[in-house]
């Protein structure tokens, strides 16, 4: 069974930080990694797809990394913002058996104070 | 644009009813899941449908039932004996049941007993 754990639950951070989010997984047989954001209330918008042949992706100030063969990932953000404040949900997409859903963490959720 | 809805936004039920919360995607996705959210814990998948006409359970399917008679809706049926129905339901596409594809997300609908 796939199992993913994200590290810290909560993060509080002064404006212009830059921070490191992490993600674990258990079984590296993956196919591919995504990185959510999810604002109170609302559904989840996709940040970073990174496929398990690929090492990182980014997009504006955020860049996500990964390693399969040890099962983690880290979701980078530069320069963080206000507006960054949500809770970020990581996915992995395989492992236990399965190549069709997804298995989420249960979140870090992120505060930068102005 | 392209998406995902979900409505209603909020949906009550009465102990005893069954109640359909609606998926409509635009996307020309050919793959459709329905995900529980509870609070402290993981999206956790219901149903899935890798094409019209077809679907499978997920890991909590007792108390749901879905259909899929169109490829761009995958309607969700919570019924009676779904002992604990309060919940945060998302629905989820995919271009394609293929495993290097990334999932879009609708923006939920809140689900409570009354």
């Known amino acids: 069974k796939q199992e993913v754990t994200q590290i810290p639950a909560a993060l509080s951070v002064p404006e212009g930080e830059n921070l490191v989010l992490n993600c674990s997984f258990t079984?590296?047989?993956?196919?591919?990694l995504q990185w959510f954001r999810q604002d109170p209330g609302k559904g989840l918008t996709s940040l970073l797809l990174?496929?398990?042949?690929?090492r990182e992706q980014t997009s504006g100030r955020l860049n996500a990394s990964l390693d399969k063969s040890s099962g983690r990932s880290t979701l980078y953000i530069a320069a963080s913002q206000p507006g960054d404040s949500a809770t970020y949900l990581c996915?992995?997409?395989?492992?236990?058996?399965?190549?069709?859903?997804?298995?989420f963490g249960k979140g870090t959720l992120l505060t930068v104070n102005p | 644009d392209g998406g995902i809805t979900q409505s209603p936004k909020y949906l009550f039920r009465k102990e005893g009813q069954n109640v359909t919360l609606s998926c409509e995607q635009n996307?020309?996705?050919?793959?459709m899941y329905w995900y529980r959210q509870d609070p402290g814990q993981g999206l956790r998948l219901i149903y899935y449908?890798?094409?019209?006409?077809?679907?499978q359970k997920g890991d909590i399917a007792e108390g749901y039932s879905v259909s899929r008679e169109k490829k761009e809706s995958f309607p969700l049926t919570v019924t009676s004996a779904q002992k604990n129905p309060t919940a945060f339901y998302l629905c989820?596409?995919?271009?394609?049941?293929?495993?290097?594809?990334?999932?879009?997300f609708g923006s939920g609908t809140r689900l409570t007993v009354v």
């Open positions: 989820a596409s995919s271009i394609g049941s293929g495993a290097s594809y990334g999932y879009t």
């Open positions: 449908s890798q094409i019209v006409n077809d679907f």
């Open positions: 079984d590296s047989a993956i196919y591919n």
């Open positions: 996915a992995v997409r395989g492992g236990g058996g399965s190549n069709y859903k997804l298995t």
């Open positions: 996307l020309n996705h050919d793959a």
């Open positions: 990174i496929q398990s042949s690929q």
